[in-house]
């Protein structure tokens, strides 16, 4: 007696790293709203338009002690709570550089 087959992986899920585009085709923006996280809806327009895209970096292990109330305010806001703590970082990094004025340097005589 033959097992009974199971539905195909790549009807039910992408291949890994690509997305079901015909699916996500059809999301209406009522599923986009609903589905969404608290902390994303109802953003307004004009934060798109300074949004720039960010290549990913890889990251490095490090150890680091940082205050319990720190660490409990971003566990308190869910998982992937250490990329948060890296795009705060990230940010006050990217302001301190550009607030940064460069050296002028002297041209040779």
């Known amino acids: 007696m033959p097992k009974p ?17 015909a699916r996500l085709r059809r999301v209406t923006e009522a599923e986009i709203q609903r589905t969404s996280p608290a902390e ?9 338009q300074s949004a720039r895209v960010v290549s990913p ?8 002690r940082l205050d319990r109330d720190v660490v409990e305010f971003f566990r308190a806001k869910g998982p992937r709570y250490q990329s948060q703590i890296n795009a705060v970082l990230r940010s006050y990094v990217d302001h301190v550089v550009a607030s940064t004025p460069t050296p002028r340097r002297k041209r040779a005589v």
């Open 40 to 48: 994303l809806r109802d953003l307004p327009d004009t934060l798109w």
């Open 57 to 64: 970096v890889s990251k490095q292990a490090i150890s680091i």
């Open 5 to 21: 087959s199971k539905p195909s992986a790549s009807k039910t899920s992408p291949t890994k790293g690509r997305a079901d585009l």
